[in-house]
């Protein structure tokens, strides 16, 4: 069973910045892509931001280009979501998405969810 734990979420006023962090724990775990996706009320979640493990890859919706940087630790499995010149478009629950193989079994998980409140 994969396990990822978010962490950063909270209130900031227009303009800030937070950071965010997910960490994928599990035996035999092996880590291929970490992403963060958004859904804020009445919408459809989305894709924030995602990076292939391996090489560092990374892709942003349009909405977040230039505000915000996905890193990576491999070592740690854990991915980050720096956010700056946050609006208050960006308010959603932020989820972080790990793809990747456990043993022999692909796995597509998402964890539980941090707020994101971005006051104007």
């Known amino acids: 069973q994969v396990h990822l734990v978010e962490s950063g979420g909270g209130l900031v006023q227009s303009g800030g910045s937070l950071r965010l962090s997910c960490a994928a724990s599990?035996?035999?775990?092996?880590?291929?892509?970490m992403g963060w996706y958004r859904q804020a009320p009445g919408k459809e979640r989305e894709m924030v931001a995602s990076i292939i493990m391996s090489g560092g890859i990374t892709n942003y919706a349009d909405s977040v280009k230039g505000r915000f940087t996905i890193s990576r630790d491999n070592a740690k499995n854990t991915v980050y979501l720096q956010m700056n010149s946050l609006k208050p478009e960006d308010t959603a629950v932020y989820y972080c998405?790990?793809?990747?193989?456990?043993?022999?079994?692909?796995?597509?998980?998402w964890g539980q969810g941090t707020q994101v409140t971005v006051s104007s």
């Open positions: 998405n790990a793809k990747g193989v456990l043993l022999v079994k692909p796995y597509d998980d």
């Open positions: 599990g035996r035999f775990l092996s880590v291929n892509a």
